[in-house]
């Protein structure tokens, strides 16, 4: 299974596609899942809420109640806790931290063999982010890189929208792969709370491995 990618302080669970039988949601969560709901996505949602679950009696060492949906499709955490959630091919994770450490997190993984077309590079990437997607020397480095910047951006959307339920699009960042550190140097080119003003610099780390890459970020509340 996968490491945490996070400190101590933030709880950190994935829950594979084995443990799907087991899981038995609180039925409130069970409701936001209509009836016409495809079986891929009852299966992610259902492992992402286990994970979070799980996560949860981790950290505060007691079971939540459900964990409903924003008007966004945001996660609605208890009201001293922050989270994220991702879900792709056979897995899904989830963190949680006290809001008295983090003000947001950001989590994302992605299914390599899911495809990515490349025609959304010039939907999520700067021309220099676009420079360094290409600088790939094979097609598959070329793809994998695409993956793991888009990956990214997704992690950053989910740590600042629940803030000031600000939405960011993908050029409202910029990324420079920082390769000893395996992560994105990001700097915001708006503002994406008040204490992330436009110019806020942050860093996402970013992993490959098993047929996955995940990205991650941690916003941490500092002190006023
Ligand atoms: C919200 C979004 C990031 C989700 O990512 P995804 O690749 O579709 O799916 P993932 O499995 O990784 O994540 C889904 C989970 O994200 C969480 N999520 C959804 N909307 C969210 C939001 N507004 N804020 C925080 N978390 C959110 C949910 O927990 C969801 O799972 P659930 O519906 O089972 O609860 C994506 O759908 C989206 O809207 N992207 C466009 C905006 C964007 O990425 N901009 C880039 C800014 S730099």
Redesign the pocket.
Known sequence: MFPSPFPSEVAFRCFSEEQYPTIELHPEEEQYLGPRTVEIRKK??RL??AAAHQAILDLTGKPAGPIL??K????IWPADLVG?????GAFACAAVAYKSFAVGIGY???FKKDTINQEISRLICHDDETAWVNSGSTVDEVDANLRTIFCA??S???AF??IERV????K??KLEWDQEQSAFRGRLLRNASQQHPEGHLFSVPCESSHGYVRSSLLLKRTLP
């Open positions: 992610h949602f992402g809420r949906t924003g966004r499709r945001e996660p994220t959630i991702s879900h792709s994302d993984i992605e951006k997704e950053i959307f989910k929208y629940p939405e960011l699009a993908f409202d960042v």
